[in-house]
T-cell receptor, first 111, second 112 residues
Framework: KNEVEQSPQNLTAQEGEFITINCSYS?????LHWLQQHPGGGIVSLFM???GKKKHGRLIATINIQEKHSSLHITASHPRDSAVYIC?????????????FGKGTKLTVNP | ETGVTQSPTHLIKTRGQQVTLRCSSQ?????VSWYQQALGQGPQFIFQ???????GRGNFPPRFSGLQFPNYSSELNVNALELDDSALYLC???????????FGPGTRLTVL
């Protein structure tokens, strides 16, 4: 079992729909990242959070440390949101910033 | 402010060869991490450099080595290439430990 699990693996939505991607982790963490990866490979860092909630435009990320769970929400989804969304946990033990990645959620938003 | 850049963008090598990948960190960043992403998988941590010193390493053999320069740019060297080394290699820089990481576009390595 991976230390970081994401669901769903694939997600197809219609433009305008509200999207939720989930991330669960099994280790103690000091922070969690949400990343966006477009075809071709480039990764964009969306959020880094260690508690509560962060919002940027139509994107909202939440984390519940006690439940070891984080969610990424996209409001009013658009075809340009189509990408792979990856969560990555920074374990609180270890000393280095050894991010542990989920396998990603492939989101397709149809017009 | 320039972002993280990597070179080359694509590379084709044959088994047994050696390769050097380069990463220029974002201005003001002193920490660089390298990741390997196989097709269809999430990235795997290779190692991290903080102020020119290695600060942690993932489960990669010694033929994966790295370097960070005084300007905080970094190199990833892979010796004795194997077919399974074919992947997207990503570097990410940050302004210190436990800070948000910013990723480069990656170098796609194909080993034939």
């Amino acid at each position: 079992k991976n230390e970081v699990e994401q669901s769903p693996q694939n997600l197809t939505a219609q433009e305008g729909e509200f999207i939720t991607i989930n991330c669960s982790y099994s280790v103690g963490i000091s922070a969690l990242h949400w990343l966006q990866q477009h075809p071709g490979g480039g990764i964009v860092s969306l959020f880094m959070l260690s508690s509560g909630k962060k919002k940027h435009g139509r994107l909202i990320a939440t984390i519940n440390i006690q439940e070891k769970h984080s969610s990424l929400h996209i409001t009013a989804s658009h075809p340009r949101d189509s990408a792979v969304y990856i969560c990555a946990a920074l374990p609180s033990q270890g000393g280095s910033e050894k991010l542990v990645f989920g396998k990603g959620t492939k989101l397709t938003v149809n017009p | 402010e320039t972002g993280v850049t990597q070179s080359p963008t694509h590379l084709i090598k044959t088994r047994g060869q050696q390769v050097t990948l380069r990463c220029s960190s974002q201005s003001g960043h002193n920490t660089v991490s390298w990741y390997q992403q196989a097709l269809g998988q999430g990235p795997q941590f290779i190692f991290q450099y903080y102020r020119e010193e290695e600060n942690g390493r993932g489960n990669f053999p010694p033929r994966f080595s790295g370097l960070q320069f005084p300007n905080y740019s970094s190199e990833l060297n892979v010796n004795a290439l194997e077919l399974d080394d074919s992947a997207l290699y990503l570097c990410a820089s940050s302004s210190g430990l436990n800070h948000r990481q910013f990723f480069g576009p990656g170098t796609r390595l194909t080993v034939l």
